[in-house]
Every structure is written in C-alpha cells, then in structure tokens.
C-alpha cells in the first residue's frame, strides 16, 4: 500500500509558503506537517497559529499540526481555530493526556500522539484505542535535517503488531530522517504517513522531491 506524504514545511522557504506546498502537493503530497515548537520542550522555536492559518488559505491538503511544545492542552484550540484537520500533542509533555485527546475529537480534529525515541511503547497502551494515529519520532524533536535513528524501525514493527493484535485501526506516522533510502522499509515495517522535510524542500523542488519519496516506496 502506498503511504500518505506529509511534507514537514519548517524545510520549506517561508517567504514563498504557497507555492512550496502547492509544488509538494503537484508531487504528491496528502497532507501538510506543520511543526510546532516552543523552545522548552525542545531547544527551538518556529511557529504559532497565525502560520497554520496561513497554511489554511494557501491548500485544501488536511493539515497536520505536531505540538512540540508544554502544556499542549492550553493551545490546542487554538490551532484548531485556525484549521488543523490533524494534532498530534507529545506523550512526554502531558500529565492528562487522555482529557486531551478526547477534547481534540470532540473538536472534530483527528488525534494523534507522539512519542520520543526514548518512549517506550507500553506509554500507549491505555491511549492507543482513542487514538486516530501514533506519530513514531524518528530523530530527537527539535530540528529538521537531522539523521534517521535506526532503532525506529523495529519500534514500529512492534507498534504495527501490537495494533494489529488488538484489532485496531491507529495509524502510524514516522517523522525525522526520512529519506527515498529508508521510506520503503519505513512503509515496510507498517507506517502509513511519511513526514518528510529536507527531503522534499531541503533540495530546491518540492514536485520532485515529493514524487522521488512516493515513488521510492511502490
Ligand atoms: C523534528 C520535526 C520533524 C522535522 C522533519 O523535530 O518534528 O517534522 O522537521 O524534518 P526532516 O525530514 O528534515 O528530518
Ligand atoms: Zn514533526
């Protein structure tokens, strides 16, 4: 099955954020990965509301918003004011993690929690079934460009299984590194979203890019 592409716009040119996701979405591209951070739950800072907004008027892609940030829960609502379709909020930065995601479903949003290389998989294990996906990080949060920690893999085999297992429809997302090298083993191993952000803007064509990473995984 061919995965869904998310294009993870902090590679992307911000002073040309149209027309670099509507060249991404020419190549292919499902959904827009917007990454959120608040410089304390990861040592950097990028963008707020008002760029998911902007995201909004610019594609009619679902937009897929990841909160990197502390105390997701007091934000949330706003990022879905300004039109993400997807939140994923991070296992390791909420205390009440089910309150939260329950609200983003009663917003009508698709909820979805990530989970830092470190975090175990057991953490999901009495969220999974509210879940609509589980974003699996693949590097450290906090900067694009970074490599592929190899360790992912198996870690979203074992997901993929225990999904499974429970006859369950979660989806899985991998996000950080990835590459035409290792997207197909990704899709392989049972993720079905591919973040991807040097790899579709890092290089100057986003079509290209895009289609390159699509066409990688068939
Ligand atoms: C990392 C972000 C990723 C990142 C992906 O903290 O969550 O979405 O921007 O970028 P690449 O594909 O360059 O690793
Ligand atoms: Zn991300």
Request: proline share 11%; glycine share 10%.
């Given at each position: 099955m061919s995965p869904i592409l998310a294009p993870s716009i902090l590679a992307a040119d911000f002073g040309h954020l149209a027309d670099q996701i509507a060249r991404a979405e020419r190549g292919g591209a499902g959904v827009v990965h917007v990454d959120v951070?608040?410089?304390?739950?990861?040592?950097?800072?990028?963008?707020?509301?008002?760029?998911?907004k902007a995201v909004r008027r610019?594609?009619?892609?679902?937009?897929?918003?990841?909160l990197m940030i502390e105390s997701a829960d007091r934000y949330v609502d706003?990022?879905?004011?300004?039109?993400?379709s997807w939140v994923s909020v991070h296992v390791e930065a909420l205390a009440h993690?089910?309150?939260?995601?329950a609200h983003l479903r009663k917003r009508g949003v698709r909820?979805?929690?990530?989970?830092?290389?470190?975090?175990?998989?057991a953490s999901l294990d009495e969220i999974l079934p509210e879940l609509d996906y589980v974003l699996v990080m693949s590097v450290n949060p906090g900067f694009g460009g970074q490599s592929f920690l190899g360790?992912?893999?198996?870690?979203?085999?074992r997901l993929r299984a225990g999904i499974q297992q429970r006859g369950l429809t979660v989806q899985?997302?991998?996000?950080?590194g990835v590459d035409v090298g290792n997207a197909p083993s990704l899709v392989k191993a049972g993720a079905e979203i591919l973040v991807a952000g040097s790899a579709v803007f890092g290089r100057g064509d986003p079509e290209a890019g895009?289609?390159?990473?699509?066409?990688a995984c068939r």
């Open positions: 951070m608040d410089g304390h739950f990861v040592p950097n800072l990028t963008v707020g509301p008002p760029v998911v610019a594609t009619a892609l679902p937009i897929d918003v990841h706003a990022f879905v004011d300004a039109g993400a993690l089910q309150g939260t995601v909820p979805g929690v990530a989970l830092n290389p470190s975090t175990p998989l360790a992912s893999l198996d870690k979203i085999r899985i997302e991998v996000d950080g895009a289609r390159q990473l699509l066409e």
